[in-house]
């Protein structure tokens, strides 16, 4: 979308653009995003290595659990488990990747599965989340961690001195700890500084960021990663604001320069997760990962990948589907298309059932795409 650039403007404080507010509804009366998709919610992440004990223990809810792991392991279902086999399993041997650790709730339940000979290695940007799967690693020798994004898949197994793996999985976007947690810059309903990185060891934050950007750019960011439809005027308004210290003042500027609300949803959501993906480089994050799954997966091997919005979901599908079919958009004007190699089999569509979208909101978006890999040797594309 392009996008002309602002008059510049006066600025103004961010107390003076909550006068214009009296004939606007309360915070009070919508929804923080916690109960509306999980990764469309927003929170200062803490300087590098200071994490308190308060952090490890937010709750987070693994959303489709069994659904995915049972796909990264290629079954229909994983066991019952009784009191008799509690610590059966399958027993699996293998090597698999949890692309996103978060708290470690499908990593466990994979373990869990796995043979002794097995090995799970588990990525994360978050710092909070690479402590608790530090912890996991210290009681079971079959997990590795690594500190980074899943962009970095290849190399950093291939300095593991691992080539192939059997299985991939994947939980997208923020976890219910990092919008829980105020301090974190995610959540437009509890304050904190403007930060939102995912790892706050590296990067600039949101707030610096927006010291910097100019109307022009940070309107076709709030367009292009949130899809927001007043994107011009909600820049405006924040570049007018003095500072981007607090969160629940920046929401409030976002709340006021919002002309048309959606019912139920904060009129800050779209934007504050524009900025989130934006600075996270998220999109990108996802892209590269799904491309370095062709040639990581071993003929047979299976990947699970759980997505909350369409800025996701729609990179997946498009990308199964492309690489299932052998056709691309390339080739359609092409008198003889090329033969493409099919490096998936049909991919398949998971969502939650009633019973955990009761029990978990959050999770009332989530899809989980599925596909195993062929036996088609992996050739690099040029497309």
Do not use: C
């Not at 049972?70 to 994983?78: C, D, R």
């Not at 708290?103 to 608790?132: C, E, M, N, Y």
């Not at 299976?302 to 690489?323: G, M, N, P, T, Y």
Request: glycine share 6%; proline share 5%.
């Amino acid at each position: 979308m392009s996008l002309s650039k602002s008059k510049p403007k006066s600025k103004a404080s961010p107390s003076a653009a909550a006068a214009l507010t009296e004939s606007a509804p309360s915070p009070s009366s919508v929804q923080d995003a916690s109960t509306q998709d999980a990764p469309l919610d927003v929170t200062q992440a803490h300087h590098e290595g200071d994490i308190t004990p308060d952090e490890l223990s937010f709750v987070h809810d693994a959303v489709l659990l069994q659904e995915t792991v049972a796909a990264v392991l290629g079954v229909k279902s994983l066991p019952k488990q009784t009191d008799d086999n509690t610590h059966a399993g399958l027993q699996m041997s293998g090597v698999y990747v949890d692309a996103t650790f978060g708290r470690g709730g499908h990593s466990r339940l994979l373990l869990s599965q796995l043979a002794d000979d097995a090995q799970l290695i588990v990525f994360d940007k978050d710092p909070t989340a690479i402590s608790v799967a530090q912890e996991l690693a210290s009681t079971d020798s079959r997990v590795k961690v690594v500190h980074d994004s899943f962009a970095t898949l290849t190399d950093s197994l291939a300095a593991m001195g691992i080539v192939q793996v059997d299985g991939l999985m994947a939980d997208l976007g923020i976890s219910s700890p990092q919008i829980d947690d105020g301090s974190r810059g995610f959540s437009f309903m509890r304050d904190g500084a403007v930060d939102m990185r995912m790892d706050t060891s590296r990067g600039q934050s949101v707030a610096e960021w927006l010291m910097k950007v100019d109307d022009e750019t940070l309107a076709n960011v709030l367009y292009d990663f949130g899809e927001e439809r007043h994107s011009r005027r909600i820049a405006r308004a924040i570049k007018q604001m003095e500072s981007y210290e607090s969160t629940l003042e920046l929401a409030e500027v976002i709340k006021v320069a919002h002309p048309n609300w959606q019912r139920g949803k904060h009129p800050a959501t779209q934007s504050f997760q524009a900025m989130r993906i934006f600075i996270n480089n998220e999109l990108g994050d996802v892209d590269a990962f799904l491309e370095q799954s062709i040639p990581i997966l071993k003929s047979g091997g299976q990947l699970a990948v759980i997505s909350f919005h369409s800025l996701e979901d729609r990179r997946i599908k498009q990308f199964l589907q492309r690489h299932s079919k052998g056709q691309y958009p390339e080739d359609e004007k092409l008198p003889m298309p090329p033969n493409r190699p099919r490096y998936f089999s049909k991919p398949k569509r998971v969502g939650p059932n009633k019973a955990e979208t009761s029990q978990n909101p959050r999770s009332r978006s989530a899809w989980l795409r599925m596909a195993t890999r062929t036996d088609t040797d992996y050739e690099q594309a040029t497309v």
